[in-house]
């Protein structure tokens, strides 16, 4: 039990020297790692993934999302950095941002968008995760919430591994889940932002995230998935939009 308290005041004394505000969010931030500590294991998923997986060798693509991410890029003011883009051949729909400024698309994702706009959308939306630094964010409550559920697992005796197994289910679906639900509103929203920024058209955002609902062939419940159900962003983003009066 004493094991527990001190994991319990440690995270809290942690929580508390950790805390910062994001004017671009409108809310504190628990912060324990930056970007820049980040920034050699991005760099070292990324050469990994260019040496796994298959590219594009369309030029004319790649080209393409060069441009449109320049653009967003520059509305999201992250100029301060080299950014890289690749083309990934795979049927699933997919792109992805690491903090040091390299973005993954799909060839699947590029054949479903149906205009430069769309994809604007959806680089927009990985920037946003960029500005909004969710990565070190969701780092940093990752590592909190495995020192308390350490703590727990090593107060409980024998029954410690069962405790970690229950704390740790208990721990994702009631903590990290949720923050990464928020995190993806959070990023779709900043996402509008820099597209609208940028002289692309807001509304196609909706589109977009109607086109994914319609090719989704299944669903994980909300309250047990990463990520938010496609009618909840449309409908975050069908409000958002609307008052800002695009």
Sequence with gaps: MKRVILAGLLTAGAALSACAYNDTLGRNQFLIVDDGALTQQADAAWAETL???????????????RNVGGKIVTAAGLTDRRWEYALFVSDAPNAFVLPSGKIGVTTSLLALVRNDDQLAAVLGHEVGHVVARHAAERYSTSTATGLVLSGVQGAAGDYGQAAGAIGGLGAQLGVLLPFSRRDELEADRLGVDYMQRAGYRPAESIALWRLMQQQRQGSTPEFASTHPSDTTRITALEQYIASRGW
């Design 51 to 65: 040496r796994t997986q298959r590219q594009s060798t369309d030029a004319a693509a790649l080209n393409r999302i």
